[in-house]
């Protein structure tokens, strides 16, 4: 076996995380958000653009905890998912082509939150296996039809590795992460951390406070 590949690698993965470092975050425009002050939120079932057919169910069970937590109502999921099937849509793709208004006469909400799974299960590199979720969600007026907020998470099993014990220890570190993780289904709770990052009020750019937190409209309904 040789190393010249992997070696000859390493400087353009190290060039990667250096970029990665450097982009700055600009403050999110908040102000459509906080005309509508959204108080209750659907949450259509999640678009799947992984090729792991768990990826909407794993995701969409822990979204409502943090809206939840940031002081919203959200309409209990499996009602919502029953109310699309009652009325012959069974699935995301279908969810996501209702129209606003629609969405607006059948439940009542202030708010929809679309969200898209960009990325979900576990991979095998060179020196790295992981599992990661991605995705990405967007809030929308069902009143006003205005975008209030968007945003993006990603969570990843590899955070906080310990990167010692040499290039062979790597690989096989890697190799017995990929045989746990396939087999124990680790991007589920993976989706739990990625959920929260994206959902959880009081982030950079995050979504704001609802209406039911001790911290609504706090410092700009921001965080605390």
């Not at 809206?67 to 209990?76: I, M």
């Not at 208004?101 to 990325?119: E, N, P, S, W």
């Not at 790597?170 to 746990?180: G, K, P, Y």
């Amino acid at each position: 076996m040789t190393w010249s590949p992997i070696l000859k690698a390493m400087p353009l993965v190290a060039a990667a995380l250096l970029s990665s470092g450097c982009a700055t975050q600009q403050p999110y425009d908040y102000t459509a958000y906080k005309e509508s002050r959204p108080s209750s939120i659907l949450v259509l079932p999640p678009l799947n653009m992984s090729p792991d057919v768990l990826a909407t169910n794993s995701v969409l069970s822990h979204v409502t905890l943090p809206l939840a937590e940031s002081g919203y109502y959200v309409f209990p999921v499996t009602l919502v998912n029953e109310t699309f099937k009652q009325n012959g849509l069974v699935n995301p793709a279908e969810m996501h082509d209702v129209t606003l208004q629609k969405l607006r006469d059948i439940f009542g909400a202030d708010a929809a939150l679309y969200i898209t799974v960009r990325q979900y299960g576990t991979t095998y590199a060179i020196i790295s296996s992981e599992s990661r979720v991605t995705a990405e969600a967007r809030l929308i007026d069902l009143r006003t039809e205005q975008t209030l907020w968007s945003g993006t998470a990603t969570a990843s099993s590899a955070e906080g590795r310990s990167s010692s014990g040499g290039l062979v220890g790597l690989l096989v570190s890697a190799l017995v992460h990929q045989i746990v993780e396939s087999t124990t289904n680790r991007a589920h709770p993976i989706a739990g951390i990625t959920s929260n990052r994206l959902l959880a009020a009081g982030r950079p750019n995050g979504i704001l406070y609802g209406p039911r937190s001790p911290n609504y409209m706090t410092d700009g309904n921001t965080r605390p």
